[in-house]
């Protein structure tokens, strides 16, 4: 025997007991006997009678558990080597404070079966009290549940690809077996219920890699690179599917001259075929060259011509590149008739929707001004209804009003008079003044 102190510096003995062989590597379990011996024979004895094989790891909380040991794979379902579930050991003063610290899992009523839990990290306190430890997994397989604790999961934290507990093996058992124990001769082949889990088989080979040297390798890696990068480009609308090839009848040419233009290049580029277009490429702003351009011929078979010989000529004083183009941006977006229907009907529901109402009046015309008088006296009329006015304040209203023009037009007569007497008295006073000066000269 073997042992190791615990949190509270109490020696814990243990026996190397139990080989677990899983899909992802072994691991050795180290069973404190002598502590919780009911629980360490539990575990041994369904080792022992092959209860494990095939389990599936169901459940993977990362840096925290892995929860194994239930035969239907679902979480829900074994049994004690009794055939029932017996109670938690309230009396276990044992931690879990280990990284691998082995333990019975509690169904929610202190009992325990067969599922059993593996820490994957150390100081797993909220643990404590609900689940009896009775043993640890040995240093020298930790590295597996590294391994175990990385592997991708759902939201149910079950992972994808099966981690099987594939077989065990008893290395020591200081335990008498209980009456009726049925210990089979070899270890039972897996039912096909056991096997489709509806997931990635544990014996599955996912490297993609396999076999393929380094050049094979980053080839493959570019590809995928290339068409994550397409499909990207595909969602923003910057090409109309991810598939899409550049045309093969386009040629891309820089490093001109920025005085070549697009009829010299036209010019020159003919001698290879016809040519349907070519344009440089120019600043929307200013109009000058950007010293590129795109030549499109009637062929590819034109268009390669072209690509080997004009490479690297002199065009003004410039040697130019020439390269297939590898852009899209002039080609039509394609969409299926249905769909396309479909998109239409749409957007002409929506323009119905936005669509303005007419809502102009028939007398429009009126409003070139900003009151027109029937429009006041209507409003006037609409006023008075509003607030209550009978006839005869309406009409005292129309007296006193008159009465008040009649007195500013008098008041302005008057002082009419009064200007016109002044400035009469001021033309006779002129032409005494100038009547004078005439007898003085004489």
């Known amino acids: 025997q073997a042992g190791t102190f615990s949190s509270s510096g109490r020696w814990l003995s243990f026996v190397m007991a139990v080989l677990i062989e899983t899909s ?3 691991l050795e379990i180290d069973l404190y006997v002598d502590e919780c011996p009911k629980e360490c024979k539990n575990f ?7 209860y494990y094989n095939f389990c599936l790891v169901h459940s993977v909380l990362r840096d925290f558990c892995l929860q194994t040991g239930d035969p239907t794979g679902t979480g829900n ?8 579930l ?6 276990s003063r044992i931690k879990h404070r280990k990284f691998g610290t082995v333990s019975f899992v509690n169904n929610g009523q202190d009992q325990h079966g067969s599922q059993f839990l593996i820490t994957l990290a150390e100081n797993t306190d909220s643990l404590d009290g609900k689940h009896t430890v009775f043993g640890e997994v040995a240093e020298e397989s930790r590295e597996v549940l590294g391994k175990i604790s990385a ?3 759902d939201e149910n934290n079950r992972p994808y690809q099966d981690i099987r507990l594939r077989h065990t093996i008893v290395l ?3 335990f008498e077996d209980p009456e009726g124990l049925v210990v089979p001769a070899h270890s039972p082949v897996p039912t096909k219920e056991q096997l489709e889990t509806g997931r990635i088989r544990d014996d599955e080979d996912l490297d993609d890699y396999k076999g393929m040297s380094e050049a094979e390798i980053a080839q493959m890696v570019k590809k995928r690179e290339a068409k994550a990068n397409a499909q990207i480009l595909e969602m923003v609308g910057d090409i109309p599917d991810a598939d899409v090839a550049p045309p093969d009848t386009v040629l891309f040419v820089c490093k001109l001259n920025p005085v070549t233009s697009d009829e010299d290049l036209k010019i020159i580029f003919s001698r290879f075929g016809t040519v349907l277009s070519c344009e440089v490429i120019r600043d929307r702003k200013t109009g000058e060259s950007l010293q590129y351009a795109f030549v499109e011929f009637e062929n590819a078979d034109q268009c390669e011509e072209a690509y080997f010989k004009m490479d690297n000529v002199l065009i003004d004083d410039r040697r130019i590149h020439v390269d297939f183009s590898q852009s899209v941006s002039k080609m039509n977006y394609q969409m299926p008739t249905k769909a396309f229907k479909g998109l239409e009907d749409q957007q002409k529901r929506r323009t119905d929707n936005l669509q303005v109402k007419h809502t102009q009046r028939k007398d429009a015309e009126k409003y070139a001004m900003v009151f027109d008088e029937d429009d006041v006296h209507d409003d006037s009329a609409a006023g008075d209804k509003r607030h209550g006015h009978d006839s005869h304040k309406s009409s005292k209203h129309k007296k006193h009003k008159e009465e008040r023009d009649s007195e500013t037009r008098k ?3 008057k002082h009419d008079d009064r200007r016109d007497r002044d400035h009469d008295r001021d033309r006779s006073s002129r032409r005494d003044d100038r009547d004078d000066r005439g ?4």
């Open 411 to 413: 008041h302005k007569h």
């Open 172 to 174: 020591d058992d200081p």
């Open 77 to 84: 379902g074994g049994v004690s080597v009794w055939g029932n």
């Open 86 to 91: 017996f109670p938690r050991n309230a009396q």
């Open 24 to 26: 992802l590597g072994d």
């Open 439 to 442: 007898k003085h000269r004489d």
């Open 44 to 50: 041994l004895k369904l080792c022992k009678i092959k």
């Open 151 to 153: 592997v991708f999961c």
